[in-house]
């Protein structure tokens, strides 16, 4: 009755849009049962068979994509390359590590890459150097290592210590021994078009072949990769590119740092914005553009037929009055969150989101009508384009920031986050009760909520700008220290089956080192007392005497500096000693997205074990350029 007082054009134009975004809505849903999407998986394990993924509905859970089994599988192809460079090198082929400090999440990555490289017939030589290194040494280090004889591949375990620059280090790798791809010859090669690939980072090349391998093909398709990293978005969106996406669109951080910061506000926005959404390139049909100032949203190939097969099949655009099908958006969240609030849909004949009074000041005008929607992209669309993808890449190091309605009915999503959430007092488990969460946490709502987060790191997706790198270990140290001060109530509920991790990072005196030869027990010397297992790593905290004063042959670089422990190595001691328990989740809520997407990576077993894959088929390559097996 109210909007009776409301300008009839007002409101004309508020029903169209919200309209429009219904149709659209209802017409994505129209097309999920039986048309089957572009995407087709093939079970890594069979030769022939080949399942198309038909667009997922609820009840359908995605593929999940096993990178573990996957990773195994090309690892041990790998071992026929490594007979044959042992024969052409005389010796083994011999990677080269370089470490500095002792963040347990590097300690834990490092071990995995020496296990596969000891598995493999290949060896390690791993050079741990103090969190005080200077830039000097370690260069000098890196250098070394590079003209080690024995060494083929080398890589420098990242992220470095704040005082230190990745970007000159980097430069002092020669070129073809550079198993990261991060040298910018290596880099600038791979993302100009036609310049001869060399080698490539671990973990895109680690994504792309999970997808090749496990039959998901990337020609023609729409591709979003959510984060910007040097390492990860940045190198895999150009990969992509080269496999024959039809688009790749990398999201940068500010296209996403808003939801880390406060989700609340932006699913709010997001709510408010609801009805007079532009819209978005993406592969559903998409009605007229209503804004003149807004560009018309390009198609992909992928999105052309579904508009026509939706064309054929669409009704007519229902007039405001009728009863309205929910949108997807909302179907997916009742159906997949348990009603993880979105903002209520809201009615036809009101659209009180368009109007001025609305609190979403970036999106409407002050003026009465029509409502302007803004200029720039807004935190709240991004949902809007991640849903456009058919494959989509998430890297951004938030726990759980995708959620079901993020993702395109039978898409392809690859997490690439590892979040180390949670921290639980060991043996507290069952009598923990709920705490509040801190800052940082994801949202608790949901089928798999994480309480406190203790330290979120996005392994995978480290910047190269030392500015950056120093802001994401001020605030992973920020969140420790804050973890510490909470840790005697720190209990939390426990998610569904997770990685449990235990540890206790070695002191960070003295150099270590170790060859392949000793294996685990060369892990398990690196790790002070820790063991790893399929189910994680586990570390005796009261000791940590496997890493001290064991000065090998690699001696040289770092030197021995000792007694110069790191806030790092403090804060993890300090947690270890408490016995805390971590989590591990990815960037995805892996439940949540299970129910709408065709495929899946889970966390951990995905994207990570294929990282530890590619950085030995790296390896075996620079051992292949040193022996004239390929050509640089
Ligand atoms: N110079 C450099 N090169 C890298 O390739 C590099 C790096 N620095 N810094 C850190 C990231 C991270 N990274 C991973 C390796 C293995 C797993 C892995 O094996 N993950 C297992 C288990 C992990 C766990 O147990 O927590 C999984 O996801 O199933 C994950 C992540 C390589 N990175």
């Known amino acids: 009755m109210q909007r009776a007082t409301k300008s009839a054009s007002r409101l004309l134009f508020s029903c169209q849009q919200h309209c429009l975004t219904k149709r659209l809505f209802a017409t994505a849903a129209a097309v999920v049962e039986p048309a089957c999407s572009p995407v087709s998986v093939s079970d890594p394990g069979s030769i022939a068979t080949t399942t198309a993924i038909c667009r997922n509905s609820s009840g359908h859970r995605a593929t999940v994509l096993d990178g573990r089994a996957v990773a195994a599988a090309w690892e041990k192809e790998l071992a026929n390359d490594v007979q044959l460079l042992t024969k052409l090198l005389g010796r083994p082929p011999g990677l080269g590590v370089v470490l500095v400090g002792s963040r347990p999440d590097s300690i834990l990555y490092v071990t995995k890459k020496q296990e596969a490289c000891q598995k493999a017939g290949v060896r390690t030589f791993i050079r741990q150097l103090p969190e005080s290194v200077t830039q000097a040494q370690l260069e000098a280090a890196v250098a070394a290592t590079c003209g080690d004889p024995r060494v083929d591949g080398v890589l420098i375990q990242l992220p470095l210590p704040r005082h230190l620059s990745e970007e000159a280090v980097m430069e002092v790798l020669e070129p073809r021994k550079d198993v990261d791809g991060f040298h910018p010859l290596n880099m600038g090669r791979m993302l100009m078009r036609g ?143 348990g009603g993880r609030v979105h903002g209520s849909s809201p009615a036809c004949d009101s659209s009180p989101q368009c109007s001025p009074s609305s609190s979403s000041p970036t999106l409407l005008s002050s003026s009465s009508s029509p409502p302007v929607c803004p200029a720039s992209f807004q935190s709240y669309q991004l949902p809007d384009l991640t849903r456009s993808a058919d494959i989509l890449v998430v890297a951004v190091g938030h726990p759980e920031l995708v959620r079901g309605d993020w993702v395109r009915p039978g898409a392809v999503v690859i997490d690439v986050g590892i979040n180390v959430v949670g921290a639980l007092p060991r043996n507290s488990q069952a009598t923990s009760t709920h705490t509040s969460s801190t800052s940082s946490a994801t949202s608790t709502s949901g089928t798999s909520s994480t309480s406190s987060t203790i330290s979120s790191t996005t392994a995978n997706t480290t910047s190269n700008s030392g500015q950056q790198q120093q802001q994401q270990q001020q605030n992973e140290m920020e969140e420790m220290q804050q973890q510490r001060r909470h840790q005697d109530d720190a209990a939390m509920h426990q998610p569904a089956p997770l990685r449990e991790v235990r540890c206790t990072p070695c002191s960070d005196s003295g150099v270590e080192s170790s060859d392949g030869k000793a294996g685990g027990a060369a892990a398990a010397a690196l790790l002070g007392s820790c063991t790893t297992s399929s189910s994680g790593m586990t570390c005796d905290s009261s000791s940590s005497g496997g890493c001290s004063g064991n000065q090998g042959e690699f001696g040289s670089g770092g030197g021995s500096e000792s007694g110069s422990s790191s806030s790092a190595g403090d804060d993890g001691s300090s947690l270890c000693n408490r016995n805390l328990t971590f989590h591990v989740v990815g960037d995805v809520a892996f439940e949540e997205v299970s129910q709408v997407a065709g495929a899946i990576t889970p966390v951990p077993g995905g994207v990570g074990p294929m990282t530890i894959a590619a950085l030995l088929h790296n390896t075996l390559k620079a051992a292949k350029y040193r022996v004239g097996l390929e050509t640089w």
Request: charged share 15%; glycine share 6%; with cysteine.
């Open 195 to 337: 310049r001869g690939v060399r080698l490539v980072p671990a973990t895109p090349l680690g994504c792309i072949e999970l997808l090749r391998r496990s039959g998901v093909d990337v020609q023609g398709k729409t591709c979003v990769v959510l984060g910007d990293s040097n390492i990860v978005g940045t190198p895999l969106a150009a990969m992509l590119r080269d496999r024959g996406a039809a688009a790749v669109t990398i999201c940068h951080r500010r296209s996403y740092r808003d939801w880390f910061v406060d989700q609340q506000e932006v699913r709010r926005k997001r709510a408010a914005a609801a009805a007079c959404l532009p819209p978005l390139p993406g592969p559903s049909p998409r009605p007229p553009q209503p804004f003149p100032s807004t560009p018309a949203a390009p198609s992909s190939s992928s999105s052309a037929a579904a508009a026509a097969s939706a064309a054929a099949t669409t009704p007519e655009e229902p007039t405001c009055q009728q009863e309205h099908p929910q949108p997807l958006q909302h179907q997916q969240q009742h159906a997949s969150t």
